[in-house]
């Protein structure tokens, strides 16, 4: 149970850190900047396979009882 708390808490932090770097990335003038959208793609793509993971977990436990 540690396990995933702490993993949860993780989660958090790092879901705010691309907040503040999307923010940034929206409100950048002109066309953008081609390093803070990759930036901001493969922050994006982890968090959704973070959240494919989470849910594959919780199913497996889920069929395991």
Do not use: R
Request: charged fraction near 10%; glycine fraction near 4%; proline fraction near 2%.
């Amino acid at each position: 149970m540690y396990d995933i708390k702490y993993h949860i808490l993780v989660f958090q932090l790092f879901y705010f850190m691309f907040l503040g770097v999307f923010s940034l990335a929206t409100l950048w003038p002109t066309c953008g900047n081609w390093t803070l959208d990759c930036v901001v793609f493969l922050s994006a793509l982890m968090i959704e396979m973070e959240l494919v993971w989470t849910t594959y977990k919780k199913k497996q436990v889920t069929l395991q009882f």
